[in-house]
């Protein structure tokens, strides 16, 4: 029987597979742990899963002190590219990088499938 680490890592591969612009994501605890991930090699996993949770603390924050309800994403635009994360459940985040030029309705909606199904898993 597969582990739920390895169901988690599947996943992230068939949302990557799914929209050819997101080039990694990973689930990361809100802790900062990393729980699972589909990064590039040469990319520090505990930075990732570090800042990751800040950011969405910190939005979640925000979103609040300024009564715009419920955060729903951190969208975080490069001049390299883009990340999103967005909340799977209570307990963890999922992180995504994307090309500059990604169709971003359609990451937000695979990433909202993602999150459905990870919820899930958690």
Known sequence: ??????MMVDRLRDLQAGTPDIEASAVVSVDGLIMASSLPAGV??????????????LGDRIAAELNRGALDRVYISGTDGIIVLMAVGEDAVLTVLARSNAKLGLIFLDMKRATNDLTRLL
């Open 1 to 6: 029987m597969r582990s739920r680490t390895e």
């Open 44 to 57: 520090d996993e505990d930075r990732i899963s570090a800042m990751s949770a800040a950011m969405l603390s």
